[in-house]
């Protein structure tokens, strides 16, 4: 059984910044087996924000391109989501996933437990 455990979400205002950090009980990255986040507001669906490979080959979600970034730590099995311009809109609670094939529409069998993340003034 695959563990995820997220950490790093809070309260931010506007234009702020925050990182989350996600980590597997093992490794379950490959060249083409991702891990990634999705994030869900209250009362929509749960939307796709980043993923990324054990090779390093990423993809970002539209609504968050340019000010998210994704990024690995191989020997930790640890995923990383730095979230710069932080908007109201992107107020959800954040769940990390995988392993999932990359560019795949559908999330992988394990998830985190979540993390708030509230943007504010």
């Known amino acids: 059984q695959v563990q995820l455990v997220e950490s790093g979400g809070g309260l931010v205002q506007p234009g702020g910044s925050l990182r989350l950090s996600c980590a597997a009980s093992?490794?379950?990255?490959?060249?083409?087996?991702?891990m990634g986040w999705y994030r869900q507001a209250p009362g929509k669906q749960r939307d796709f924000v980043a993923a990324?490979?054990?090779?390093?080959?990423?993809s970002i979600g539209g609504s968050v391109k340019g000010r998210f970034t994704i990024s690995r730590d191989n020997a930790n099995n640890t995923v990383y989501l730095q979230m710069n311009n932080l908007k109201p809109e992107d107020t959800a609670v954040y769940y990390c996933?995988?392993?999932?094939?990359?560019?795949?529409?559908?999330?992988?069998?394990?998830w985190g437990q979540g993390t708030q993340v509230t943007v504010s003034s």
């Open positions: 093992v490794s379950i990255l490959s060249s083409t087996n991702a």
């Open positions: 990324i490979t054990k090779s390093g080959s990423t």
């Open positions: 996933n995988g392993p999932f094939r990359l560019g795949s529409h559908y999330p992988g069998p394990y």
